[in-house]
């Protein structure tokens, strides 16, 4: 039962179209906890502080609501994507204590459908285009950033499957045959982004795990993933040279990003709402440009800078605190280098970190509550 919601709630990120994969996303959480419903109380009173971070960013999101006057349905919009977060979160933490490694297993298995369906329609469709075309790929809201998410994952998953010496010798070559066509899939997504933060999180995997160390914990954790979102930003603006000069890679690697022109709207942004910030549901009305692509510039855009250094603070002390060797091997491998990849992503996209209840809560939200079931986690 747990593991049938579990491929659900997964399922339903990837998968399901709007707007029914919200229903379906919200209904797998509430059949989890309802199912775990035990160790709730516990779980919230260990991570109370991070109780009282949603609360603030609720309580702004209404003051930013009233300040604005905006209608009921927006209001509720913007609430809801705030409060799914923890939600998502106390549901991944209770059900990785039940199952484990398990719910690893049951993403790849999601990866692994995704990838072969993006692949047998790029095949189909672009026929002898197939490696010239960036992918559109089918299942994560016609998203390749997105879809390049969840490929990052399953490699992850299964490199840490492959590296597991307890496994089958069939099982390790399928799994590695598989993290082939999701780095491919990766590359044929065009995603320049999500492409240099896998490049970081496999060099974090050999600094992190190399002649079998423990998991790194408090700054040695917390460092490379401020360091691996600075890469990703400080390479948007290199981009500029390299557009403008030379760029040798093909022409779907070489487009213009034009991230740092929308920094600049929102440096704009900020100034003018700097307390409450412009709102959740803020977008630039450029076609293409809506909005911050830059998850931690976008909450300054969104919140307002008293609550986005709240946020940058909270979950700061959070991982810092984390215990990921209390994860198991596997568990601790997977948080890290998910974290890693996740705070590189936010780099280059997202609007915030709690905007939309979709693929980027793979990569960053559930590796986060990971940590939160760990000891020191508070």
Same mark, same amino acid.
């Given at each position: 039962?747990i593991?049938?919601?579990?491929?659900?709630?997964?399922?339903?990120?990837?998968?399901?179209?709007?707007?029914?994969?919200?229903?379906?996303?919200?209904?797998?959480?509430?059949?989890?906890?309802?199912?775990?419903?035990?160790?709730?109380?516990?779980?919230?009173?260990?991570?109370?502080?991070?109780?009282?971070?949603?609360?603030?960013?609720?309580?702004?999101?209404?003051?930013?609501? %009233?300040? &604005?006057?905006?209608?009921?349905?927006?209001?509720? +919009?913007?609430?809801?994507?705030? !409060?799914? !977060?923890? !939600? $998502?979160?106390?549901?991944?933490?209770?059900? %990785?204590? &039940?199952?484990g490694?398990?719910?690893?297993?049951?993403?790849?298995?999601?990866?692994?459908?995704a990838?072969l369906?993006? /692949?047998?329609?790029?095949?189909?469709?672009?026929?002898?285009?197939?490696?010239?075309? +960036?992918?559109?790929?089918?299942?994560?809201?016609?998203?390749?950033?997105?879809?390049?998410?969840?490929?990052?994952?399953?490699?992850?998953?299964?490199?840490?499957?492959?590296?597991?010496?307890?496994?089958?010798?069939?099982? +390790?070559?399928?799994?590695?045959?598989?993290?082939?066509l $999701?780095?491919?899939?990766?590359?044929?997504?065009?995603?320049?982004?999500?492409?240099?933060?896998?490049?970081?999180?496999?060099?974090?995997?050999?600094?992190?795990?190399?002649?079998?160390?423990?998991?790194?914990?408090?700054?040695?954790?917390?460092?490379?993933?401020?360091?691996?979102?600075?890469?990703?930003?400080?390479?948007?603006?290199?981009?500029?040279? /390299?557009?403008?000069?030379?760029?040798?890679?093909?022409?779907?690697?070489?487009?213009?990003?034009?991230?740092?022109?929308?920094?600049?709207?929102?440096?704009?942004?900020?100034?003018?709402?700097?307390?409450?910030?412009?709102?959740?549901?803020?977008? /630039?009305?450029?076609?293409?440009?809506?909005?911050?692509?830059?998850?931690?510039?976008?909450?300054?855009?969104?919140?307002?800078?008293?609550?986005?250094?709240?946020?940058?603070?909270?979950?700061?002390?959070?991982?810092?605190?984390?215990?990921?060797?209390?994860?198991?091997?596997?568990?601790?491998? $997977?948080?890290?280098?998910?974290?890693?990849?996740?705070?590189?992503?936010m780099?280059?996209?997202?609007?915030?970190? $709690?905007? %939309?209840?979709?693929?980027?809560?793979?990569?960053?939200?559930?590796?986060?509550?990971?940590?939160?079931t760990t +000891? &020191?986690?508070?």
């Amino acid at each position: 039962m747990i593991a049938i919601a579990v491929l659900c709630l997964f399922a339903s990120i990837y998968f399901i179209p709007k707007p029914l994969h919200s229903s379906i996303f919200f209904a797998s959480q509430v059949v989890l906890l309802v199912s775990l419903l035990s160790r709730l109380p516990g779980l919230m009173r260990a991570n109370w502080p991070f109780l009282i971070l949603v609360a603030l960013f609720v309580a702004v999101t209404l003051a930013n609501g %009233y300040d &604005r006057s905006i209608n009921s349905s927006m209001l509720g +919009r913007n609430l809801g994507s705030v !409060v799914m !977060v923890p !939600v $998502f979160c106390f549901t991944i933490a209770l059900t %990785y204590g &039940r199952l484990g490694w398990r719910m690893m297993e049951i993403l790849l298995i999601v990866a692994v459908v995704a990838a072969l369906l993006a /692949f047998g329609e790029g095949v189909w469709s672009n026929r002898g285009h197939v490696f010239t075309e +960036r992918f559109d790929a089918p299942g994560t809201g016609r998203n390749a950033i997105q879809f390049a998410g969840l490929m990052a994952a399953g490699i992850i998953v299964a490199a840490i499957d492959v590296a597991d010496g307890a496994l089958s010798r069939n099982r +390790r070559i399928v799994e590695a045959a598989c993290i082939g066509l $999701f780095v491919a899939l990766s590359i044929m997504s065009g995603s320049r982004g999500p492409l240099i933060a896998l490049v970081l999180t496999l060099i974090a995997a050999f600094f992190f795990f190399a002649r079998k160390r423990e998991a790194p914990h408090g700054v040695k954790l917390l460092i490379p993933l401020v360091c691996a979102w600075a890469v990703i930003t400080g390479v948007v603006f290199l981009s500029l040279f /390299f557009e403008r000069v030379y760029c040798p890679f093909p022409a779907q690697l070489c487009r213009s990003a034009e991230r740092v022109d929308i920094w600049g709207w929102v440096v704009d942004q900020v100034i003018m709402h700097p307390f409450l910030g412009a709102g959740a549901d803020f977008r /630039f009305s450029v076609l293409g440009k809506g909005h911050a692509h830059n998850a931690i510039w976008g909450l300054f855009l969104a919140f307002g800078i008293p609550m986005a250094l709240i946020w940058l603070g909270g979950i700061g002390t959070l991982i810092a605190r984390a215990r990921p060797a209390e994860l198991g091997r596997k568990g601790a491998m $997977f948080a890290c280098l998910m974290l890693v990849y996740g705070f590189a992503y936010m780099g280059s996209d997202l609007p915030t970190p $709690f905007t %939309y209840m979709g693929p980027h809560y793979i990569f960053l939200w559930l590796p986060l509550a990971l940590l939160m079931t760990t +000891r &020191r986690s508070v």
